[in-house]
Every structure is written in C-alpha cells, then in structure tokens.
C-alpha cells in the first residue's frame, strides 16, 4: 500500500473528513473524533517512514492527475526526504495539539477541532503539492483556520494579533500569487505550454534580473512566514495570544512553511538569484541578527509564551543560516533543526498551556518553587528546555551543530557571531526554568498545584522521546535527508557565480582538506568577486 | 595486542545507575537503601572495569589508542562523527582519578546526604555526572568530548542547585552554565575550524595529520588552541571566567570535592593535555596557556588567604592549584600538568571532604542544640575541632602539607615539577609567579587548618559543643584513604636529582601520547635549560621550597593560633587591603557594572525600542495609514446625489483636459 501512490491523498482527504464530521457532532465529543482522525493519520502516515527509499533522488509516492486542463493545472503531489520529516512532524504534533486542547477548549468545541482539521490538510498539502497553484491553494487554506484559530478562542488581544497575522501573511503571499503567474507566463513564452507542474517550471529559462523579481517575491512571503528579522513582529502576538494548541501547531508546523518553501521553491526555481552574493549575504545576515537579537529579547521578556515565541525567531534563523550558507552539511543540520525546532518549541507551549490551565497566568514572576510539586513537570521542562537550547545529546544540538560546522566553510564569520547564539540561548532558558520551577515556593495558590495528569504525560512522552532520540542517533533522519539536499546542491552547483564549498564537492574525498584548500575557501567568500572553480591539484 | 574489555560497561554502568536512581527519585522517594547500594556499586564496578583495562594494557605494551565504535552518531555532507571510545594511556590516567576518586565519594556522600529528602535525586546526578565525565575523557572525536563537556557543566548545574528553594543556590547553578557556556561556545569555533581545515573531528584524523597541515606558528593553529583555551578558561576556572566556581560551593560539599576539585575542572587540562600537539605548533597560544595559569595561580591564591568561609578558601585554592596545571601544559610540561592533576585531585577532595565533614558535624550540632542562623561554613565558627574530630583532623594535615608542597607528601612533587618545568622551559617571570603563589599557599592552608582545628577554643557555642562529632565511618573510610594518597601518590614520579630512587611511571606511562607535541617543541623551541632562572639545578630549588613552605606553614600557623578569634556573629568587617581580598577584588561587582547592566539595558532596548517601537510602529503605521485611506475613500460615498455628480463632472473634465493636451 505504501508504494502505491493514493497514501498521500488519503492523508489529505481523511482530516477534511474528519472536520465535517466534527461539525455533526456535539460538544466534547468534537474534540474524541478529531483525536481519533489524527491518530488515524498519524498512524497511517508513520509507516512513510521505513518505506521511504533512502538514496533515491526523485520525488516518491507521486500522483498527478489533471484539474483545470486547459490551465495546465493539475493535482501532483509527492515527496522527497525534506517533505517526508515534515508530513511526519504535522501528523506527529497534531495528535498532541489537539489532545492539549480538551481542557483549554471551552467554547464553539466542533468549530474549533474541525478548523484544526481542515488546518492539517493545509499544512500537508503545502509540503507534499508538486503544483504551483495547488501549492497555493494549500497555502491559502491553512492561513483562514489559524486566523479563527487565534481570533476566536485567543486570548485578551486575539482580534489584534489574529489580523496581524493574517495581513503580514497576505501580504506575502499575493506578491507570491504574482510571481507564480509570472513564472507560469515566462514558461508558457519558452515552452509554448501552459502548466503549474513543479517539475516542468524548474526548466523555464530566466534571465538574471527577472529570476530576482520572482525571487524577491516568492522570499517576502517565506521570510514572513519564517519569519526572520525584521519581519518578526506578527510573531510574538501570534502565538502569545493563540490558544495552546495554536501555538503549538503555529511553532511546530506552520513556522516551518517559509523554509520549507525556499528549499522547495525559492532556491531551485531562481537558483541564479538566491545564490548571488547580495541575496546570500542579505539573508545570512538577517539570520544571524535574527539568532542574536531574538535570544536578546527573549531573555527581558516576562510573559513565558512570550518569550518562547521569540526563541523561535532565533531558532528559525539558525535554520535559514543553514539553507543560506549553501553546504551540505548545513542544509542536512537546518531541515532537521526544522523538526527539532517542531519537537521541543512545541512541547515548550503545550508545558507552560499546562501551567496556564492550573494557574491562568503565563507571567513567570507568577511561578516559583514548583519543582516541589510538579516534580514530572520540573523534569520535562528541564529536558525540553535544554534540547532547545542545543545541549548535546538532545536534538537540538545535531542540528545547530551541523548547521554551524557546515557554514563556517562559506561564512565563517557570520557562523562565529551565530555561535554566540548559545551563550544567550542559555540566558534566556536558564533563568526562565529557575523562575518557574526552582526558588522558594512562596505563594499559597502554587502549593496547591496538582503534578501533571495521564493525558498529560502521553502528550508529553513522545516528544521526549524524540528529543533523545534524534539526540542520540539521528542517523535515519539524516539518511532521508541526504538526496534531497543533494538535489538542492545540485540545483545551485549549476552556477558559476556560486563560489566556495560546493565546487569542492566535486573533488574526490581527501582533495579538499588542508589548510590551503580552507583558506582559499575563505577567501573566496571574504573577497567579492566569485572564486575560480578549484581545480583537483588545490590543496593536494 | 591489547583490546578494551568490557569498554562499554565502563560508561553504562554509572548511566544504569543514574536511571535507577532516577526512577527511584520518583517512585520510592522516601525509600533510600536503593540509592545507596546502587550509587556507589555503580561507579565502584566502573573502577574495577577501568583498572582491568588498565592492568590489560600495561601488560600489553601497547602505546596506539584503542578505539571502540558503537555507534554512528552524526553523518552529513563530509561530516562523520561516531560514537567512539578511545582507550589509551591517557585517557587510562584519567578514567582511573575519575572512577578511583568517584567512588570514595559516593561511599562518602552516603554518610554526608544520609536523611536529605532529595538523598535519590543526588545519587541520580552524580552518577549522571560520572558517566559524562568518562564520556569527555574516552570519546575519540571533539564532538563526542563536548557532549561529556556539557554534561557534566549539566550535572554540575543541577548539583550546584541542589537544594533549589534556595534562591541564591539556584542562581550560582544559572551562573555556572552560562559562563561555561562563554567557554563551551570558543570550543565549538574551535571544532568549526578544525573540520574546515582536516575535514574530520576524529582524533585518529586530526592529531597525527596536525603537523602535515599546519605550519609551526600557523595563525589557524593558534585560532584554533586559542579558542579550545576558551573553553578551558570556562570549564576550569580561569581568569577571567573563573567568577563561577567559589558561587558553585553552593551544592552540597561531596560535588563541591568530586566536580569542582577533582574532576570535572580539570577537563579543561585534559583537553589541553590531549591536543597538545596542537598547543605545540602554537607558541603564542602556549605562552597565554602559562600566562593565564600562573597569573590565576597567583590571584586566586590571594583571595584566598582571607576568606573565612571554609569552602570559599578551598574554591579559590582550587582556581589557584588549576592555575599551576595549565601552566604546566602551557609551558609544554604536559606530563607534570597531568600529574599535579592527579595528586590534586587527591588531597583538594580530600580537603572538601574535611570541611565537609566539620560542616556537617557543626550543623548537626547546631540543630541539636536548637540554634538556627549562623554560618556553619565560617571559620570563625570553628575552632580547636581536633578534640572531637581526630580523623579529619589528622587526615586534613596530610593533605594540607600535601598542597603546600612539602616534602615527602604528594604535592610536593608534583608541584615542585610544574614549578621546575615553568623554569626551565623559558618562562623565568611565570617562574617567580609561581614560587610566590606557592608559598601563599602554604600560607592560607595554615591558617585554615588554624582556624579550624587549633586554637584552643572552641567558638561554635555552649550547647552546641556538647553535640559535636567525628566523621561516621563511611564518611571516615574515603578521608583515611584519600590521607593515604596524599601522602604516597606523588611517589610515582620523583626526579633524577633527589637522592633518592629515580621513578618516572607516570612519565614513561605518557610519553609516548605527548611525543608528538614534544617532538615539535624541540624542533622549533630548542633544548630545556639545566638550572633555573636564578640558577641552581633541581635539587636546590626542590630544597628551597619545601623549606621555605614548610617556614611559612610554621609561621602563619603559630600567628593565626596565638591570636584569639570571635565568632563571626560578633567580628568586625575587615578594612583596607583585607576588605579588598575579602570582596574578591571586587571582580564580581565589577563584571555586573560592565557586563551584565549594560547588556540587560540592551536586550530590553531591543524589546521596548526596536521591536514594539520601531518596527511595530512601522507596521501599525502602514495599517493606520490604509484604515485613513479607505476613511476618505468612504466620505466619499456619502450617499448623496449632488456629490456624486460634481465628482462626476470633475472627473469628465480632468479626463477631457488630459486627452486634449
């Protein structure tokens, strides 16, 4: 079954399903059968996993049947290594969520798990949709849930911040919509066809200056959705006044659709524009500003969501530092930090909804001491807290890790100031875990909390696991990865204009070692004009 | 042909017992007999394991590095790093100092947290903490030595906050971590340039191609051991990241002996010790190495000299005798940095141990007694403790003469050697530094002892004498072998020129790991010199100093014993230079004027000024902006029919006048 090819349309279609059938419902019985349908999912899709083939470079489990012919548009979906780890982050992370809504949940219950539902289909369809309209179409669809979402069971301010999000979000993506129908147009003028196919649009001929208006477009809409400084600010709002599991999906899933969306569409169709050295530069440094500046922010913020929503924005810019500085192993370490990112930011929001429903506070002055009484939460905290901080053998240290020793060879000053990345890391995390679970437990109201309950641990349970799992042997997250990133490689190898590293990778292994060949790497990244292609005698 | 036995269970075994121990801390809190059995049996069998290995390779022969792969840990892009162990010679030394040294104190820490309610939560961290600790000193890769690296910075953390509803206990845990991390951060660049430059990050691949891709003097050499040197400063307390460790005493006092003296602040001269290759090729980062060492030697020692907090003095003792290890290693004397290593952790544990031990008897005392307030740590508070601690009494003398340097006790040699070797490998200042250093030393331990144990009264109050007591057996029992070693451990390696036997175990154990470093420094730096800066050979200078130690034990000894002390309830504030010493030379407050304040008015700079005022201010601007826009827009459909007709004609004749002209 797996390798036939209809899995991945029962993925999308069986959550739609799911939604009206939450509709026919009543009540709690809304959020049982939204549960279900995402265990369904999660089990039907888990199974990708081990029949996934590993080393095979082309896109799997594709379908393409024709939609509006005369419009060469067509319902094509598939996936490689980066869309199979982020099919299975959303259908891991939506069973959760919708899980650790039961208790937060009180008002409109069916309208609110079937906009979770149809929200599922959104996410996956952008990340399995070889289609540049269906694309769209999915891209579109998961905005008009979580704008409900966050507008109608948020928090205080959840009007604001809902149409903050939609706006920023729109904005992007119209000038998105422009630049497929641009795209599709200059296709049509080479080729004499009128098609939406991924596949076929990779081929269309470009010239240099419009591949960076096409470019420009489609990286506002991603860099939004990212986000990265300074387009950030929806962010904070966001997720602050999201409900729990809105945050959890916002962080988990949703944050990961701009860099799923340069991997996918941005870098391989305008390859000439994203790896020129002004675009290359431009978004290295916005992503180191984004690591430093966001850990700065995070670290004075005193409402806990807040702050973990601004570890995200750092998080996220590790992430476009990786798929900027153009190497493999960077590439590799960002799309799996993408899935730790998912893991730990995730299981972050879900801890501190689970402190929100005891207390109805997020403002961590407000804790203190509750180690005492919540000794399981104190040390799930403690676990998730350190893997987003990268500690070594949690997840999120395989990822920063390759990230950062990848980079440096292109950008190695960039990656020095990134590094600094985990110092502030720590001064943001530390404190905030010192303030709400250690010190004295000196309010009456904190005494009384109740340690976490059955529901809660086995949402929690397998987010741990994965973080120490990934931590310690993400070897088959990594192998699934390779030929996608490969491909991606490839695509921008193509170019002389791309100096550095990659070249290098056409030398046979050993070649490229040695101080020399690493100095004149440097150089070829310090100075401007692009470096000549290394021939096989460097560095021997 | 030697091959690790049972490589694997040397490392699993403390981790079993840090989940079983976890587990209990949970599901039998109250329940402490299996924490107390499985705490220490796992180390001790992790010991026993190590010293068979130990045992098998001596038999053998062999000076090549064994390495175990179990598993494939990270592989991406060029990038293959495996979860490897590296059994050699040095990595032997150090396995056995951390299993040998672990175990006493897990005996100990059974006596000393006996009733804690937390008793199973200990046990879980410090064997955690044991099992990174052999994951620093085995792993065969940088990146797999960083996980040991922060993991013990993490069980250190936790340990240092151990008892976290005290809220300045929890901060000196957050203090730890972060600055560590200013460290952990300059080995992760280190890393970055090493793959940039060899490709790879496996020792096998690095250290013996050092020479081939890197010059002697190489500007990426010296980046590369000056970054690595950052991290050391971080993990071992140096200047000017060393601001960690005297807040750390906060943990419980068996972490203070096992992680913040014997262990786990050494890293950073392990680290050092095992690419010292690299070190080699860099002599401008060899000469800040020794700098730094000496120079934190030195301060260190000051400070010390007039603390009344028990641990407070034995912490800056410690920066101070780490400060002696790296400029052992800085000067290239890596053999001598790994031996003072080793008898340091010795007679420091031992000595936490001891304060531990008069603590804990004080405190008990206390609390029998019905007092509460007062500092059990004080000194002040102390006084003439030899009458009901005989064991830790005499044990503590033994390892007091053995950090002052006399002769035969085991600091002696190895002290004498790190001095020695500073001397005659051309650095005549550090030389001096050293000697001076040396001899504060013996002072601030006098006076410790003292204060502590002499004096002929008895300053912990009336009621509370009656309750004092000796050490419990399995508290006394790690103080009497630990005596023992700081006694004897420094006869593995006595110098040619004593008249005595010539030993040289240690160093013909460990030539051949640092032959290739040792290689290098005599092909670039020339031949060691023969007498010291002022002349003089060895024997000389071993003579003068253990007199000269010896004098000022005597001597500070006799003062701090004749003058009458008061409890620290009812002592004046020290002045002038005292004050200045006392405050630790105001580093502290100096580091949150500079640094702390200003990058907290930053950081809230960034959150107030840029992101809710500029560029939130921009976005809400632009949607103000439209919201007016579409208000004019919407005047204008006011409904009536006049309007619209003017706006009509106006339009006719706008379009009109343009197609006209």
Same mark, same amino acid.
């Not at chain 1, 500003?289 to 924005?313: E, F, R």
């Not at chain 2, 892009?77 to 175990?103: A, C, E, K, W």
């Given at each position: 079954?797996?390798?036939?090819?209809?899995?991945?349309?029962?993925?999308?279609?069986?959550?739609?399903?799911?939604?009206?059938?939450?509709?026919?419902?009543?009540?709690?019985?809304?959020?049982?059968?939204?549960?279900?349908?995402?265990?369904?999912?999660?089990?039907?899709?888990?199974?990708?996993?081990?029949?996934?083939?590993?080393?095979?470079?082309?896109?799997?489990?594709?379908?393409?049947?024709?939609?509006?012919?005369?419009?060469?548009?067509?319902?094509?979906?598939?996936?490689?290594?980066?869309?199979?780890?982020?099919?299975?982050?959303?259908?891991?992370?939506?069973?959760?969520?919708?899980?650790?809504?039961?208790?937060?949940?009180?008002?409109?219950?069916?309208?609110?798990?079937?906009?979770?539902?149809?929200?599922?289909?959104?996410?996956?369809?952008?990340?399995?949709?070889?289609?540049?309209?269906?694309?769209?179409?999915?891209?579109?669809?998961?905005?008009?849930?979580?704008?409900?979402?966050?507008?109608?069971?948020?928090?205080?301010?959840?009007?604001?911040?809902?149409?903050?999000?939609?706006?920023?979000?729109?904005?992007?993506?119209?000038?998105?919509?422009?630049?497929?129908?641009?795209?599709?147009?200059?296709?049509?003028?080479?080729?004499?066809?009128?098609?939406?196919?991924?596949?076929?649009?990779?081929?269309?001929?470009?010239?240099?200056?419009?591949?960076?208006?096409?470019?420009?477009?489609?990286?506002?809409?991603?860099?939004?959705?990212?986000?990265?400084?300074?387009?950030?600010?929806?962010?904070?709002?966001?997720?602050?006044?999201?409900?729990?599991?809105?945050? %959890? @999906?916002?962080?988990?899933?949703?944050?990961?659709? +701009? !860099?799923? *969306? /340069?991997?996918?569409?941005?870098?391989? =169709?305008?390859?000439?524009?994203?790896?020129?050295?002004?675009?290359?530069?431009?978004?290295?440094?916005?992503?180191?500003?984004?690591?430093?500046?966001?850990?700065?922010?995070?670290?004075?913020?005193?409402?806990?969501?807040?702050?973990?929503?601004?570890?995200?924005?750092?998080?996220?810019?590790?992430?476009?530092?990786?798929?900027?500085?153009?190497?493999?192993?960077?590439?590799?370490?960002?799309?799996?930090?993408?899935?730790?990112?998912?893991?730990?930011?995730?299981?972050?929001?879900?801890?501190?909804?689970?402190?929100?429903?005891?207390?109805?506070?997020?403002?961590?002055?407000?804790?203190?001491?509750?180690?005492?009484?919540?000794?399981?939460?104190?040390?799930?905290?403690? %676990? @998730?807290?350190?893997?987003?901080?990268?500690?070594? +053998? !949690?997840? *999120? /240290?395989?990822?920063?890790?390759?990230? =950062?020793?990848?980079?440096?060879?292109?950008?190695?000053?960039?990656?020095?100031?990134?590094?600094?990345?985990?110092?502030?890391?720590?001064?943001?995390?530390?404190?905030?875990?010192?303030?709400?679970?250690?010190?004295?437990?000196?309010?009456?109201?904190?005494?009384?909390?109740?340690?976490?309950?059955?529901?809660?641990?086995?949402?929690?349970?397998?987010?741990?696991?994965?973080?120490?799992?990934?931590?310690?042997?993400?070897?088959?997250?990594?192998?699934?990865?390779?030929?996608?990133?490969?491909?991606?490689?490839?695509?921008?190898?193509?170019?002389?204009?791309?100096?550095?590293?990659?070249?290098?990778?056409?030398?046979?292994?050993?070649?490229?070692?040695?101080?020399?060949?690493?100095?004149?790497?440097?150089?070829?990244?310090?100075?401007?004009?692009?470096?000549?292609?290394?021939?096989?005698?460097?560095?021997? | 042909?030697?091959?690790?036995?049972?490589?694997?269970?040397?490392?699993?075994?403390?981790?079993?017992?840090?989940?079983?121990?976890?587990?209990?801390?949970?599901?039998?809190?109250?329940?402490?007999?299996?924490?107390?059995?499985?705490?220490?049996?796992?180390?001790?069998?992790?010991?026993?394991?190590?010293?068979?290995?130990?045992?098998?390779?001596?038999?053998?022969?062999?000076?090549?590095?064994?390495?175990?792969?179990?598993?494939?840990?990270?592989?991406?892009?060029?990038?293959?790093?495996?979860?490897?162990?590296?059994?050699?010679?040095?990595?032997?030394?150090?396995?056995?100092?951390?299993?040998?040294?672990?175990?006493?104190?897990?005996?100990?820490?059974?006596?000393?947290?006996?009733?804690?309610?937390?008793?199973?939560?200990?046990?879980?961290?410090?064997?955690?903490?044991?099992?990174?600790?052999?994951?620093?000193?085995?792993?065969?890769?940088?990146?797999?030595?960083?996980?040991?690296?922060?993991?013990?910075?993490?069980?250190?953390?936790?340990?240092?906050?151990?008892?976290?509803?005290?809220?300045?206990?929890?901060?000196?845990?957050?203090?730890?971590?972060?600055?560590?991390?200013?460290?952990?951060?300059?080995?992760?660049?280190?890393?970055?340039?090493?793959?940039?430059?060899?490709?790879?990050?496996?020792?096998?691949?690095?250290?013996?191609?050092?020479?081939?891709?890197?010059?002697?003097?190489?500007?990426?050499?010296?980046?590369?051991?000056?970054?690595?040197?950052?991290?050391?400063?971080?993990?071992?307390?140096?200047?000017?990241?060393?601001?960690?460790?005297?807040?750390?005493?906060?943990?419980?006092?068996?972490?203070?002996?096992?992680?913040?003296?014997?262990?786990?602040?050494?890293?950073?001269?392990?680290?050092?010790?095992?690419?010292?290759?690299?070190?080699?090729?860099?002599?401008?980062?060899?000469?800040?190495?020794?700098?730094?060492?000496?120079?934190?030697?030195?301060?260190?020692?000051?400070?010390?000299?007039?603390?009344?907090?028990?641990?407070?003095?034995?912490?800056?003792?410690?920066?101070?005798?780490?400060?002696?290890?790296?400029?052992?290693?800085?000067?290239?004397?890596?053999?001598?940095?790994?031996?003072?290593?080793?008898?340091?952790?010795?007679?420091?544990?031992?000595?936490?141990?001891?304060?531990?031990?008069?603590?804990?008897?004080?405190?008990?005392?206390?609390?029998?007694?019905?007092?509460?307030?007062?500092?059990?740590?004080?000194?002040?508070?102390?006084?003439?403790?030899?009458?009901?601690?005989?064991?830790?009494?005499?044990?503590?003398?033994?390892?007091?003469?053995?950090?002052?340097?006399?002769?035969?006790?085991?600091?002696?040699?190895?002290?004498?050697?790190?001095?020695?070797?500073?001397?005659?490998?051309?650095?005549?200042?550090?030389?001096?530094?050293?000697?001076?250093?040396?001899?504060?030393?013996?002072?601030?331990?006098?006076?410790?002892?003292?204060?502590?144990?002499?004096?002929?009264?008895?300053?912990?109050?009336?009621?509370?004498?009656?309750?004092?007591?000796?050490?419990?057996?399995?508290?006394?029992?790690?103080?009497?072998?630990?005596?023992?070693?700081?006694?004897?451990?420094?006869?593995?390696?006595?110098?040619?020129?004593?008249?005595?036997?010539?030993?040289?175990?240690?160093?013909?154990?460990?030539?051949?790991?640092?032959?290739?470093?040792?290689?290098?420094?005599?092909?670039?730096?020339?031949?060691?010199?023969?007498?010291?800066?002022?002349?003089?050979?060895?024997?000389?200078?071993?003579?003068?100093?253990?007199?000269?130690?010896?004098?000022?034990?005597?001597?500070?000894?006799?003062?701090?014993?004749?003058?009458?002390?008061?409890?620290?309830?009812?002592?004046?504030?020290?002045?002038?230079?005292?004050?200045?010493?006392?405050?630790?030379?105001?580093?502290?407050?100096?580091?949150?004027?500079?640094?702390?304040?200003?990058?907290?008015?930053?950081?809230?700079?960034?959150?107030?000024?840029?992101?809710?005022?500029?560029?939130?201010?921009?976005?809400?601007?632009?949607?103000?902006?439209?919201?007016?826009?579409?208000?004019?827009?919407?005047?204008?459909?006011?409904?009536?029919?006049?309007?619209?007709?003017?706006?009509?004609?106006?339009?006719?004749?706008?379009?009109?006048?343009?197609?006209?002209?």
């Amino acid at each position: 079954m797996y390798h036939s090819h209809w899995i991945l349309t029962l993925l999308l279609a069986i959550p739609l399903a799911g939604a009206f059938a939450c509709l026919g419902v009543s009540g709690e019985r809304a959020g049982r059968v939204a549960l279900w349908t995402t265990v369904l999912e999660a089990a039907l899709a888990l199974p990708l996993f081990w029949t996934f083939r590993i080393g095979a470079g082309s896109f799997q489990n594709t379908v393409s049947v024709p939609w509006i012919g005369a419009w060469g548009i067509g319902y094509r979906v598939g996936i490689d290594g980066i869309s199979l780890l982020m099919v299975l982050l959303t259908v891991v992370i939506m069973p959760l969520a919708v899980a650790g809504s039961f208790r937060y949940i009180e008002r409109h219950r069916p309208a609110y798990y079937a906009s979770m539902l149809v929200l599922t289909t959104g996410m996956l369809g952008v990340f399995v949709a070889l289609d540049m309209f269906l694309f769209y179409v999915f891209w579109e669809l998961m905005l008009v849930p979580m704008y409900f979402i966050i507008g109608i069971w948020g928090g205080e301010r959840r009007l604001y911040s809902a149409i903050k999000f939609f706006l920023y979000t729109t904005v992007g993506s119209l000038l998105m919509l422009v630049a497929i129908a641009g795209l599709v147009y200059l296709h049509w003028r080479s080729s004499g066809t009128v098609t939406f196919a991924y596949a076929e649009l990779l081929n269309t001929p470009i010239s240099r200056p419009v591949q960076f208006w096409l470019f420009a477009a489609f990286a506002l809409a991603f860099a939004i959705k990212v986000p990265m400084f300074p387009l950030h600010t929806w962010l904070p709002d966001a997720h602050t006044e999201a409900p729990t599991a809105g945050s %959890v @999906v916002l962080a988990g899933i949703l944050l990961k659709m +701009g !860099t799923y *969306g /340069f991997l996918r569409f941005g870098i391989p =169709l305008f390859p000439r524009a994203a790896t020129s050295h002004a675009v290359v530069g431009l978004f290295v440094t916005l992503a180191v500003i984004g690591i430093l500046y966001a850990a700065w922010v995070a670290a004075v913020q005193p409402d806990a969501k807040k702050l973990v929503a601004y570890t995200s924005v750092a998080h996220l810019g590790f992430v476009m530092l990786g798929v900027f500085g153009f190497t493999a192993e960077g590439l590799q370490g960002g799309i799996l930090q993408m899935v730790n990112h998912g893991i730990s930011t995730g299981a972050l929001f879900l801890l501190i909804g689970m402190l929100y429903e005891r207390r109805h506070t997020r403002n961590i002055a407000d804790f203190g001491g509750i180690a005492k009484v919540m000794p399981v939460f104190a040390v799930c905290l403690v %676990v @998730v807290a350190l893997s987003s901080i990268g500690l070594p +053998g !949690t997840n *999120g /240290f395989v990822g920063e890790f390759l990230i =950062l020793v990848g980079t440096f060879r292109t950008h190695p000053l960039a990656t020095v100031i990134a590094a600094t990345g985990v110092i502030f890391a720590a001064c943001y995390m530390l404190p905030m875990v010192q303030r709400v679970i250690l010190n004295p437990l000196d309010r009456q109201e904190n005494r009384e909390l109740q340690d976490l309950g059955g529901r809660e641990r086995a949402i929690l349970v397998p987010l741990l696991a994965l973080i120490l799992l990934i931590g310690v042997y993400p070897k088959p997250f990594l192998d699934r990865l390779a030929p996608a990133v490969d491909r991606v490689l490839q695509r921008v190898d193509m170019l002389p204009s791309v100096p550095t590293a990659r070249a290098e990778r056409a030398l046979p292994p050993g070649v490229r070692l040695g101080r020399e060949a690493f100095t004149a790497n440097l150089s070829g990244v310090v100075d401007a004009p692009p470096a000549p292609a290394p021939g096989p005698e460097r560095g021997s | 042909m030697y091959h690790p036995i049972l490589p694997a269970l040397v490392l699993a075994l403390p981790l079993a017992g840090a989940i079983i121990n976890g587990v209990g801390a949970f599901l039998w809190r109250e329940d402490h007999r299996v924490a107390r059995w499985v705490g220490p049996l796992a180390v001790g069998a992790s010991f026993v394991v190590v010293a068979i290995n130990f045992f098998a390779m001596k038999a053998s022969g062999t000076t090549a590095a064994s390495v175990v792969s179990l598993w494939t840990w990270i592989a991406a892009g060029g990038l293959h790093v495996g979860v490897d162990l590296q059994f050699d010679r040095l990595s032997m030394v150090m396995m056995l100092i951390v299993t040998g040294v672990s175990t006493l104190i897990h005996v100990y820490s059974i006596g000393y947290m006996r009733g804690d309610p937390g008793f199973n939560r200990f046990f879980a961290y410090l064997n955690l903490f044991v099992f990174f600790m052999l994951v620093l000193v085995t792993a065969a890769s940088f990146p797999l030595m960083f996980v040991g690296w922060e993991g013990v910075g993490l069980c250190s953390y936790l340990l240092i906050g151990f008892w976290y509803e005290n809220e300045a206990y929890s901060n000196a845990g957050k203090k730890a971590f972060i600055v560590n991390r200013i460290g952990d951060f300059g080995f992760l660049v280190a890393m970055f340039i090493i793959f940039g430059i060899f490709g790879s990050l496996d020792f096998s691949q690095v250290l013996p191609a050092a020479t081939g891709h890197l010059r002697y003097g190489d500007v990426w050499a010296t980046l590369i051991t000056l970054f690595l040197f950052l991290a050391c400063m971080g993990k071992s307390a140096q200047i000017p990241l060393y601001v960690w460790l005297p807040d750390a005493m906060a943990g419980p006092t068996p972490v203070s002996a096992l992680i913040h003296a014997a262990t786990m602040v050494t890293a950073g001269v392990y680290l050092v010790a095992r690419t010292s290759v690299l070190f080699a090729l860099a002599p401008i980062s060899q000469a800040v190495v020794a700098t730094v060492g000496a120079g934190t030697a030195l301060f260190a020692a000051t400070i010390a000299t007039q603390q009344w907090d028990i641990k407070k003095v034995l912490a800056y003792s410690t920066i101070s005798q780490l400060g002696y290890m790296f400029l052992a290693v800085g000067v290239g004397a890596f053999t001598a940095g790994i031996f003072h290593l080793m008898t340091h952790a010795f007679f420091k544990a031992l000595l936490f141990l001891g304060a531990g031990a008069v603590i804990h008897s004080v405190e008990h005392a206390w609390h029998e007694a019905g007092r509460h307030g007062g500092d059990p740590n004080d000194m002040r508070n102390h006084g003439d403790l030899r009458r009901w601690m005989p064991v830790t009494w005499i044990t503590m003398w033994s390892a007091t003469l053995a950090i002052s340097g006399v002769f035969p006790f085991a600091g002696f040699f190895s002290k004498d050697e790190v001095i020695w070797k500073s001397g005659v490998l051309g650095y005549p200042l550090l030389w001096g530094v050293a000697l001076v250093a040396a001899f504060l030393t013996a002072g601030y331990m006098a006076r410790l002892m003292a204060l502590t144990f002499h004096g002929g009264e008895n300053r912990t109050g009336e009621e509370a004498r009656g309750h004092l007591h000796g050490a419990p057996l399995a508290m006394a029992v790690p103080l009497v072998v630990l005596g023992v070693l700081s006694l004897v451990g420094g006869w593995i390696q006595i110098p040619e020129a004593l008249p005595l036997p010539h030993v040289s175990a240690l160093e013909g154990w460990l030539d051949p790991v640092f032959e290739p470093a040792h290689h290098v420094m005599a092909m670039h730096g020339g031949a060691a010199a023969t007498a010291a800066p002022l002349g003089g050979g060895e024997l000389t200078w071993g003579l003068i100093s253990t007199v000269v130690a010896l004098a000022v034990v005597v001597w500070i000894f006799l003062a701090v014993v004749r003058r009458r002390y008061r409890p620290a309830a009812e002592s004046p504030e020290p002045t002038g230079l005292s004050l200045v010493l006392y405050r630790k030379w105001y580093v502290d407050e100096l580091y949150d004027r500079l640094i702390v304040r200003p990058l907290m008015a930053l950081w809230r700079g960034c959150w107030k000024i840029v992101d809710d005022g500029l560029i939130d201010g921009t976005v809400n601007g632009l949607a103000s902006g439209a919201r007016a826009v579409g208000w004019v827009g919407s005047q204008l459909q006011s409904g009536r029919l006049g309007a619209y007709v003017l706006l009509f004609m106006v339009g006719v004749l706008v379009i009109l006048g343009t197609v006209a002209f």
